[in-house]
């Protein structure tokens, strides 16, 4: 077993990557696809479901988490890994984007954030130095930095003022990081649409030589072509050597598009979320299983799939779990929202390594774009 914290480039397509994150819980292959573990769960699962799909590391959220059932608590429990019986990798985000979208009431200024919880309104302080100390407390292998994510549309002089914010509470943050063998903190790239402040921020980050990058606030509603062209603008200016982790997305065209322009990592709510609400993500194209066309359809969702919840089940049965609300309807979408990103992240991985990445896009795209099998 290692003990130390390394990443490792095995090959490269065009700008696209094939590494290894290798820590003492597990190596991470990438590109990887996280599912989102917010508060030491991802819903509708469990967490062997997840291992066997393929996942080598899941997410989880230092706001969630510290509200309920407390780090202290967790920590006293043996960490979430022991908590949540999950022993691989976990990465952690540093609770700034649910202080800013969840909690209301917030004092935001040097210091840190005073918020009051969504959940009973009891007042909380979250400091750059708390919310490491939080996710010291929590164990995890990968901490994020705290950053002030703002809305947009903004005026510049707003994001410049939170992107400013944001590296000083990334200097905070790596302070109290200090030196913790096997484990790493990334820093977030802010910036928000303005590129050149996208560019000044990474610049400064790969300045404080961190053990990993993110880039922050995309996929908060504005268009795919806004996203990839402040990737194509900020992603080369990170260290080729570090992982590049792009937060919060997305649907599996942004996962095949921002690959292709050096991301390493991602996370996003997407595929539980969508499963919970009757739709399927599948090689060809995502499907609402709410729609009546499906109502007396025998077929399963991809008679190709290795997921029993797309292979075995048939739409009919999915439809009527879907339209009474019956919580196996959830379950079963989910698994199979989770067993095609865990695919799709395989089939990326193969394909740097053959050196054939562009006709991997052109051949999982042209599937999307001829649509779901015709009605019967």
Same mark, same amino acid.
């Given at each position: 077993?290692?003990?130390?914290?390394?990443?490792?480039?095995?090959?490269?397509?065009?700008?696209?990557?094939?590494?290894?994150?290798?820590?003492?819980?597990?190596?991470?292959?990438?590109?990887?696809?996280?599912?989102?573990?917010?508060?030491?769960?991802?819903?509708?699962?469990?967490?062997?479901? !997840?291992? &066997?799909? $393929?996942?080598?590391?899941?997410?989880?959220?230092?706001?969630?988490?510290?509200?309920?059932?407390?780090?202290?608590?967790?920590?006293?429990?043996?960490?979430?890994?022991?908590?949540?019986?999950?022993?691989?990798?976990?990465?952690?985000?540093?609770?700034?984007?649910?202080?800013?979208?969840?909690?209301?009431?917030?004092?935001?200024?040097?210091?840190?954030?005073?918020?009051?919880?969504?959940? *009973?309104?009891?007042?909380?302080?979250?400091?750059?130095?708390?919310?490491?100390?939080?996710?010291?407390?929590?164990?995890?292998?990968?901490?994020?930095?705290?950053?002030?994510?703002?809305?947009?549309?903004?005026?510049?002089?707003?994001?410049?003022?939170?992107?400013?914010?944001?590296?000083?509470? &990334?200097?905070?943050?790596?302070?109290?990081?200090?030196?913790?063998?096997?484990?790493?903190?990334?820093?977030? !790239?802010?910036?928000?649409?303005?590129?050149?402040?996208?560019?000044?921020?990474?610049?400064?980050?790969? $300045?404080?030589?961190?053990?990993?990058?993110?880039?922050?606030?995309?996929?908060?509603?504005?268009?795919?072509?806004?996203?990839?062209?402040?990737?194509?603008?900020?992603?080369?200016?990170?260290?080729?050597?570090?992982?590049?982790?792009?937060?919060? !997305?997305?649907?599996?065209?942004?996962?095949?598009?921002?690959?292709?322009?050096?991301? *390493?990592?991602?996370?996003?709510?997407?595929?539980?979320?969508?499963?919970?609400?009757?739709?399927?993500?599948?090689?060809?194209?995502?499907?609402?299983?709410?729609?009546?066309?499906?109502?007396?359809?025998?077929?399963?969702?991809?008679?190709?799939?290795?997921?029993?919840? &797309?292979? *075995?089940?048939?739409?009919?049965?999915?439809?009527?779990?879907?339209?009474?609300?019956?919580?196996?309807?959830?379950?079963?979408?989910?698994?199979?929202?989770?067993?095609?990103?865990?695919?799709?992240?395989?089939?990326?991985?193969?394909?740097?390594?053959?050196?054939?990445?562009?006709?991997?896009?052109?051949?999982?795209?042209?599937?999307?774009?001829?649509?779901?099998?015709?009605?019967?």
């Amino acid at each position: 077993m290692t003990e130390r914290f390394s990443f490792q480039l095995l090959a490269t397509d065009g700008k696209a990557r094939r590494g290894e994150i290798t820590m003492p819980r597990g190596t991470v292959r990438t590109p990887a696809f996280m599912p989102v573990g917010t508060a030491g769960t991802v819903k509708a699962m469990y967490l062997d479901q !997840v291992r &066997a799909l $393929g996942a080598d590391i899941i997410l989880g959220n230092v706001y969630h988490l510290m509200l309920r059932p407390g780090a202290e608590r967790v920590a006293r429990l043996g960490g979430l890994h022991d908590f949540a019986l999950w022993p691989h990798p976990i990465l952690t985000d540093s609770g700034g984007f649910q202080v800013m979208s969840l909690a209301e009431l917030r004092k935001l200024d040097e210091k840190g954030v005073t918020f009051r919880s969504h959940v *009973d309104g009891s007042v909380h302080s979250l400091s750059p130095e708390r919310s490491i100390e939080i996710q010291g407390l929590l164990d995890s292998d990968i901490q994020m930095q705290l950053d002030e994510c703002i809305r947009l549309p903004a005026e510049r002089a707003e994001i410049e003022r939170a992107m400013e914010l944001s590296l000083r509470w &990334a200097e905070r943050c790596k302070v109290a990081f200090g030196e913790q063998p096997g484990k790493a903190m990334f820093g977030i !790239v802010q910036g928000g649409d303005q590129i050149d402040l996208r560019q000044r921020s990474a610049s400064s980050l790969a $300045g404080m030589d961190l053990k990993g990058y993110a880039v922050g606030g995309l996929a908060v509603g504005e268009p795919q072509a806004v996203m990839l062209a402040t990737l194509d603008e900020t992603v080369p200016v990170l260290p080729e050597e570090k992982p590049r982790y792009l937060m919060g !997305v997305g649907t599996p065209d942004d996962l095949i598009r921002s690959v292709a322009r050096g991301i *390493d990592m991602f996370d996003c709510v997407m595929p539980t979320r969508a499963g919970r609400h009757g739709l399927a993500y599948t090689r060809r194209g995502k499907i609402n299983l709410k729609n009546a066309r499906h109502a007396e359809d025998h077929r399963p969702l991809d008679e190709e799939s290795d997921c029993p919840a &797309a292979r *075995d089940y048939s739409r009919a049965y999915l439809h009527h779990l879907v339209r009474s609300d019956e919580s196996l309807g959830g379950m079963l979408l989910t698994w199979n929202n989770l067993a095609y990103y865990q695919d799709l992240m395989a089939g990326i991985r193969a394909a740097i390594e053959a050196k054939r990445y562009a006709d991997f896009c052109e051949e999982v795209s042209g599937a999307w774009a001829k649509g779901d099998l015709p009605p019967l």
